[in-house]
């Protein structure tokens, strides 16, 4: 009786195993697509949307990691993607320290959940070049989503500080 279960369970696993290997070789196919016709693009004449500032600076300077993170983000913006590729674990450690280190005044859900956001992109853009080649549109996406996740970040951060001084006043 108990090699009758084990012979099931190796089935079901090898069963497993076949539909896993042939769904991923389905969506390697579908990814790599025909680049012959691609163009080569320039990121230094690219337009990305500007990205929101934060106006209460002071209250973020001491705050290391966010500065850290602004550079990653300048380095998306200017085609380089070295941090990212291959980088899972980094990344995951970065997050983990971003959300730690946030400043006592500004540590609330609504930006721990804009941080969550930002950092789903990450390593979702992440998985994305380091397993896939995917063309220069999906990245530009992929950055423009980064880039909107963060600025959306800093007005949060915005918005938590003018509140607080508001009602101090």
Do not use: A
């Amino acid at each position: 009786m108990e090699n009758h279960v084990i012979l099931k369970r190796l089935t079901k696993l090898f069963f497993l195993l076949f539909i896993s290997f042939v769904s991923c070789k389905e969506i390697n196919n579908e990814v790599r697509k025909d680049d012959s016709n691609s163009t080569t693009i320039n990121y230094s004449e690219l337009k990305f949307e500007s990205i929101y500032e934060v106006k209460y600076y002071s209250s973020i300077e001491q705050w290391i990691n966010y500065f850290e993170l602004n550079e990653f983000i300048e380095q998306l913006n200017s085609n380089d993607y070295s941090s990212l590729i291959d980088n899972k674990k980094f990344l995951l450690r970065f997050f983990k320290g971003i959300k730690f280190s946030i400043p006592d005044e500004i540590n609330k859900p609504e930006i721990k959940s804009r941080l969550t956001v930002i950092e789903t992109d990450f390593m979702r853009f992440e998985s994305m070049l380091s397993n896939y080649e995917i063309d220069n549109e999906i990245k530009i996406k992929m950055v423009k989503k980064i880039n909107n996740s963060f600025s959306n970040l800093n007005f949060q951060i915005d918005k938590l500080l003018e509140k607080q001084e508001i009602n101090l006043d």
